[in-house]
């Protein structure tokens, strides 16, 4: 079922989006050759903690993966698509790209956002590959309107990644967002005729998620059983954004 918000609601979720973004402009600021993904977590943390927010992601239980998640960031680096956690082990280098995702839970609403930042001066390859998941994040935004359907959204993000040669993952997708993490209806970065393609209607609450791999589609998940990675260790980018479905277009939540 699909849980569409009141105004009040969505303008808490707004408060949730921009701590959002604040968090991953902070951590954002500082990647470059040397810094630990721990170094990430630990800005993130503080931030949460100073907005009397809690995380979406720490302690969140996956039975797949049989534990709690133990940090307040995703952190995501090369090969990695999601889920991998921060480390003080994971020295950054030039040529890296590091895919920060987080959630947080403010006043009784989530929002969930992630970006994926280059380290120092990365191929040309690669650069194209954040330019391209970027962009079809946009295409994808862009068709978040009351009236159209679901696979709209989907649709002009699979186009745009399709066109561009690269590979779309398809076990991970988005979601619908509101008091829970992941609510109705799922929102695959691809036209799935197995899934239902619901009309958009005003007060939906969607985190549109493209994560796309240079190489092959297809992923498996590391020992840890959170990291999932790409199967042939060619690079993944990864952004995402909470968008409102609004009367006057897509509100995206977690920008300013
Ligand atoms: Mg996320
Ligand atoms: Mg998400």
């Given at each position: 079922m699909i849980i569409r918000k009141t105004d009040l609601e969505l303008l808490k979720m707004r408060r949730s989006g921009l701590l959002v973004h604040e968090i991953l402009h902070a951590c954002a600021a500082i990647v470059q050759e040397g810094v630990t993904t721990w170094d990430l977590e630990v800005i993130a943390e503080k931030l949460i903690d100073d907005a009397g927010a809690t995380s979406a992601f720490k302690g969140y239980y996956v039975p797949t993966a049989g534990s709690k998640f133990p940090c307040v960031l995703c952190t995501s680096v090369n090969e990695q698509i999601v889920h991998g956690f921060p480390s003080r082990k994971r020295i950054l280098k030039g040529g890296d790209v590091v895919?920060?995702?987080?959630?947080v839970h403010l006043d009784g609403y989530y929002a969930d956002s992630a970006i994926t930042v280059p380290v120092g001066a990365v191929s040309e390859e690669v650069a194209r590959l954040l330019d391209v998941t970027r962009t079809a994040l946009e295409l994808g935004i862009a068709q978040a309107s009351v009236g159209n359907r679901l696979f709209d959204i989907s649709g002009a993000i699979e186009k745009h990644i399709t066109t561009h040669g690269f590979a779309i993952v398809r076990e991970?997708?988005?979601?619908?967002?509101?008091?829970r993490l992941h609510e109705d209806p799922q929102v695959p970065n691809y036209i799935d005729r197995r899934n239902e393609n619901p009309r958009l209607k005003a007060g939906m609450v969607l985190a549109i998620e493209p994560m796309v791999n240079i190489g092959t589609a297809e992923t498996r998940v590391l020992s840890d059983k959170w990291t999932a990675v790409t199967k042939d260790g060619s690079y993944s980018a990864h952004f995402e954004h909470t968008v409102a479905i609004t009367e006057n277009g897509p509100w995206v939540l977690t920008r300013p």
């Open positions: 895919t920060i995702d987080t959630g991970y997708v988005g979601h619908g967002i509101g008091t």
